[in-house]
């Protein structure tokens, strides 16, 4: 009897503990498997079912699930809302033997269609699955949030932001196959684009934030080489170390007006740029934020801008003299030798002496510091979150406004003439 009793707890210990409260199949007889996330309000997740393989083109989560009552004891029957995609749902994160994450799992689902009444995707909810598509359900009011790694290493290829989202963790879409991007209209709530969100999405190509961000966190699109343009939100204040950097394709962003801080490496390794504006708001530059070089603190590592118009009536705070690139030291007096005399410096008339006589503004030689009227310039924001289409004098449509004289037109159809400076 002893040793009976003995047995049992051992036994226990060795079987694998059930990780999902109940299962119920979904429209089309595929066996899904939920955990209860509130008994009181009577909602659930979509949880792990290790082992389990949804062999389908398109998965479809239902937006309710039922728990079956225990018929014996008279129990009834539980209907709870799905409200959420739970941790590590619909992943597959296994190495192969090569230790490569794949893109694909052992399920078959390319399209996962979401529920009416989603409101969050949690951490690694499909990380490395072979989920290309999210189909969101329409005019869903109750989204929230998308979790640390919810898609990281996945194949995914296209994701929309619904309006409603609030949040996005790091790492969120890190390593996926994303080829495009869409913020939906009318989000006033997403502020942060958080750290690595977008890291090494090589296949991303370009991409227009939301009018809600107001910071783009570190390394939130490093990586990302393949990207040509970037349109920032009008509402940017901060750029975060190394959001664009190893971005190589990356043609001169318009930063808009409001844009405040840039920190460590922010554009490292970008290609050469023929202009670079900053605006009349801008306070600090941190070290190597324009670098074009791809070895940070190498002599080559210089900025790679042929014009560069500051709008500052003041030389905006420089944290570090490397803000500029790398420079060498006089041997003698230690004094740095100036290493900026490709780059012309266009500052506000009246401010040329400041520029030139204030650390480390004073890199660049004196014969390319040169000044010009800036009244009236207040960068690119020009109602961004009302313009529906931007064309050129002859008539050609553009992504966004260029120098010199643009037509609007506006989603209430009005049109105007606006001149970028």
Same mark, same amino acid.
Request: glycine share 8%; aromatic share 12%; charged share 20%.
């Given at each position: 009897?002893?040793?009976?009793?003995?047995?049992?707890?051992?036994?226990?210990?060795?079987?694998?503990?059930?990780?999902?409260?109940?299962?119920?199949?979904?429209?089309?007889?595929?066996?899904?498997?939920?955990?209860?996330?509130?008994?009181?309000?009577?909602?659930?997740?979509?949880?792990?079912?290790?082992?389990?393989?949804?062999?389908?083109?398109?998965?479809?989560?239902?937006?309710?699930?039922?728990?079956?009552?225990?018929?014996?004891?008279?129990?009834?029957?539980?209907?709870?809302?799905?409200?959420?995609?739970?941790?590590?749902?619909?992943?597959?994160?296994?190495?192969?033997?090569?230790?490569?994450?794949?893109?694909?799992?052992? %399920?078959?689902?390319?399209?996962?269609? *979401? #529920? =009416? $009444? +989603?409101?969050? /995707?949690?951490?690694? &909810? !499909?990380? @490395?699955?072979?989920?290309?598509?999210?189909?969101?359900?329409?005019?869903?009011?109750?989204?929230?949030?998308?979790?640390?790694?919810?898609?990281?290493?996945?194949?995914?290829?296209?994701?929309?932001?619904?309006?409603?989202?609030?949040?996005?963790?790091?790492?969120?879409?890190?390593?996926?196959?994303?080829?495009?991007?869409?913020?939906?209209?009318?989000?006033?709530?997403?502020?942060?684009?958080?750290?690595?969100?977008?890291?090494?999405?090589?296949?991303?190509?370009?991409?227009?934030?939301?009018?809600?961000?107001?910071?783009?966190?570190?390394?939130?699109?490093?990586?990302?080489?393949?990207?040509?343009?970037?349109?920032?939100?009008?509402?940017?204040?901060?750029?975060?170390?190394?959001?664009?950097?190893?971005? %190589?394709?990356?043609?001169?962003?318009? *930063? #808009? =007006? $409001? +844009?405040?801080? /840039?920190?460590?490496? &922010? !554009?490292? @390794?970008?290609?050469?740029?023929?202009?670079?504006?900053?605006?009349?708001?801008?306070?600090?530059?941190?070290?190597?934020?324009?670098?074009?070089?791809?070895?940070?603190?190498?002599?080559?590592?210089?900025?790679?801008?042929?014009?560069?118009?500051?709008?500052?009536?003041?030389?905006?705070?420089?944290?570090?003299?490397?803000?500029?690139?790398?420079?060498?030291?006089?041997?003698?007096?230690?004094?740095?030798?100036?290493?900026?005399?490709?780059?012309?410096?266009?500052?506000?008339?009246?401010?040329?002496?400041?520029?030139?006589?204030?650390?480390?503004?004073?890199?660049?030689?004196?014969?390319?510091?040169?000044?010009?009227?800036?009244?009236?310039?207040?960068?690119?924001?020009?109602?961004?979150?009302?313009?529906? %289409?931007?064309?050129?004098?002859?008539?050609?449509?553009?992504?966004?406004?260029?120098?010199?004289?643009?037509?609007?037109?506006?989603?209430?159809?009005?049109?105007?003439?606006?001149?970028?400076?």
């Amino acid at each position: 009897m002893r040793k009976t009793l003995l047995f049992i707890p051992l036994l226990l210990l060795v079987l694998p503990a059930r990780a999902w409260d109940f299962c119920w199949p979904n429209e089309d007889g595929i066996m899904l498997y939920y955990n209860v996330v509130s008994q009181d309000e009577q909602c659930c997740e979509l949880a792990l079912c290790q082992g389990i393989e949804y062999n389908c083109d398109t998965l479809r989560i239902p937006e309710v699930a039922i728990s079956r009552g225990n018929q014996e004891r008279g129990d009834p029957d539980t209907t709870y809302a799905v409200i959420g995609i739970g941790t590590r749902a619909l992943s597959y994160a296994e190495m192969n033997k090569q230790g490569v994450y794949p893109y694909t799992g052992p %399920s078959t689902f390319r399209v996962v269609q *979401l #529920p =009416y $009444g +989603l409101s969050y /995707i949690s951490n690694t &909810a !499909f990380n @490395g699955s072979g989920v290309e598509e999210i189909v969101w359900p329409e005019n869903n009011e109750w989204f929230r949030s998308i979790g640390n790694r919810a898609f990281t290493k996945s194949a995914l290829q296209h994701i929309v932001i619904p309006k409603t989202t609030e949040a996005i963790g790091e790492y969120a879409f890190s390593d996926c196959l994303l080829n495009s991007v869409e913020f939906e209209e009318g989000n006033k709530k997403l502020t942060l684009i958080p750290d690595n969100c977008f890291y090494s999405c090589y296949w991303l190509t370009e991409i227009r934030l939301s009018p809600s961000i107001t910071e783009i966190g570190k390394s939130a699109f490093e990586g990302c080489w393949r990207m040509k343009t970037v349109r920032l939100s009008p509402n940017l204040k901060t750029i975060g170390s190394f959001a664009f950097s190893r971005c %190589s394709g990356l043609e001169a962003p318009r *930063l #808009p =007006y $409001g +844009l405040q801080f /840039i920190k460590s490496y &922010a !554009f490292q @390794g970008h290609p050469k740029w023929k202009s670079l504006e900053l605006p009349a708001t801008m306070c600090d530059i941190h070290e190597y934020a324009f670098s074009c070089g791809t070895i940070p603190g190498m002599a080559y590592d210089r900025m790679g801008i042929d014009t560069l118009y500051v709008n500052c009536e003041t030389p905006p705070y420089c944290v570090s003299e490397f803000v500029f690139g790398a420079y060498t030291y006089d041997d003698e007096e230690r004094n740095y030798t100036s290493s900026i005399k490709k780059t012309w410096l266009v500052v506000p008339v009246g401010s040329v002496e400041e520029y030139a006589t204030t650390w480390p503004w004073t890199r660049f030689d004196i014969s390319h510091i040169i000044g010009r009227d800036v009244s009236g310039i207040k960068g690119t924001k020009v109602r961004e979150d009302g313009a529906e %289409s931007i064309f050129s004098v002859d008539g050609r449509q553009m992504p966004e406004p260029r120098q010199g004289l643009n037509i609007i037109r506006y989603k209430d159809g009005t049109a105007k003439k606006v001149v970028v400076k």
